[in-house]
């Protein structure tokens, strides 16, 4: 849940939003069989579903080649699945007995952390969705978003599920999400169309980095602008 000072157009989108924007999709592939919930995102499974690349910061600058970030997205029958890959150098994670997976990390976007934001048909407008993020550790937050900045349900439980694993050999982190389609309140069909974006939080010589699938284009990082959401398909 990153907010802060942006600005927008006399529209309401971001500078150069529509441009960037208006090309990009996500598509969610249906999985034959479900796999289990782990960190396995070489298994074959998931290497059946196409990679997108956050290759971008929230402003539309390169990423750091540092922080190459693979995501892949995949449903099922009652659930939307998120996978993340994450190089890294440096990690900003809890430890010890601060990591417990069987309950909430408020406030875990001041970490490393992967995030999808999901807006669906159910939801009373535009501007409010689903926000989604999982750390190295495979802790975990939820939010319902009515109004970004606004109106923000901290104590919302979708009963997310996560799995992840930190390769320090590698320095490659991967999380795996499974969001249930009830926490939504309604499930797709093939061929519906939502709408979400994905981003990262990572750290390059101690400075935080915040990357984007599709750019929000604000002055300074802001991740909560539902106009530069871009179509979700599910396939």
């Given at each position: 849940?990153?907010?802060?000072?942006?600005?927008?157009?006399?529209?309401?989108?971001?500078?150069d939003?529509?441009?960037?924007?208006?090309?990009?999709t996500l598509?969610?592939?249906r999985?034959a069989?479900?796999?289990?919930?782990?960190?396995?995102?070489?298994?074959?499974a998931?290497?059946?579903v196409?990679?997108?690349?956050?290759?971008a910061?929230?402003?539309?600058?390169?990423?750091?080649?540092a922080?190459g970030?693979?995501?892949?997205?995949?449903?099922?029958?009652?659930?939307?699945?998120?996978?993340f890959?994450?190089?890294?150098?440096?990690?900003?994670?809890d430890?010890?007995?601060?990591?417990d997976?069987?309950?909430?990390?408020?406030a875990?976007?001041?970490?490393?952390?992967?995030?999808?934001f999901?807006?669906?048909?159910?939801?009373?407008?535009?501007?409010?969705?689903?926000?989604?993020?999982?750390?190295?550790?495979g802790?975990?937050?939820?939010?319902?978003?009515?109004?970004?900045?606004?109106?923000?349900?901290?104590?919302?439980?979708?009963?997310?599920?996560?799995a992840?694993?930190?390769?320090?050999?590698?320095?490659?982190?991967?999380?795996?999400?499974r969001l249930?389609?009830?926490?939504?309140?309604?499930?797709?069909?093939?061929?519906?169309?939502?709408?979400?974006?994905?981003?990262?939080?990572?750290?390059?010589?101690?400075?935080?980095?915040?990357?984007?699938?599709?750019?929000?284009?604000?002055?300074?990082?802001?991740?909560?602008?539902?106009?530069?959401?871009?179509?979700?398909?599910?396939?």
């Amino acid at each position: 849940m990153l907010a802060a000072a942006m600005s927008r157009d006399a529209t309401g989108a971001p500078p150069d939003g529509p441009r960037i924007i208006a090309t990009m999709t996500l598509t969610a592939v249906r999985f034959a069989q479900p796999p289990p919930l782990d960190a396995c995102v070489d298994a074959p499974a998931w290497q059946a579903v196409p990679g997108v690349a956050l290759a971008a910061t929230w402003r539309g600058d390169p990423a750091p080649a540092a922080l190459g970030t693979t995501a892949r997205l995949a449903w099922s029958a009652a659930h939307l699945w998120v996978a993340f890959e994450c190089a890294y150098t440096e990690l900003d994670a809890d430890s010890g007995p601060k990591v417990d997976t069987t309950v909430e990390r408020i406030a875990l976007w001041e970490r490393d952390v992967c995030e999808a934001f999901v807006w669906c048909p159910a939801e009373p407008r535009e501007t409010s969705y689903k926000e989604f993020e999982v750390g190295p550790t495979g802790q975990w937050c939820d939010l319902a978003i009515h109004e970004p900045r606004v109106h923000v349900d901290i104590a919302w439980q979708s009963g997310m599920a996560t799995a992840a694993a930190i390769d320090e050999a590698t320095h490659i982190w991967r999380a795996v999400m499974r969001l249930p389609f009830a926490a939504f309140g309604v499930a797709p069909a093939p061929g519906d169309v939502w709408r979400a974006n994905l981003f990262r939080i990572g750290r390059v010589d101690g400075a935080r980095q915040f990357l984007a699938y599709a750019p929000t284009g604000t002055a300074a990082p802001d991740f909560h602008v539902p106009a530069a959401f871009v179509p979700l398909r599910f396939a």
